[in-house]
């Protein structure tokens, strides 16, 4: 495994942590009767945002088969 590979690794297991975390805090506001609206609008940007890098780390990371 080349060191790029193992680099994408690694950033891929943290972006996915990252992303679990958001997701957990989002959650935990979006359960509050009165939550801040700005912070669920940048925590769910954020969310988005760790999804996008995480499929486009996946993309790399897997091999190109042409079937």
Request: with cysteine.
């Amino acid at each position: 495994m080349a060191i790029n590979d193992l680099l994408s690794a690694q950033e891929l297991l943290k972006l996915q942590r990252e992303h679990r975390e958001v997701d957990g805090r989002l959650q935990f506001l979006l359960e509050q009767p009165a939550c801040d609206q700005l912070e669920v609008q940048r925590l769910k940007k954020r969310k988005l945002a760790l999804k996008d890098r995480i499929t486009e780390l996946h993309k790399l990371t897997l091999p190109n088969i042409i079937a």
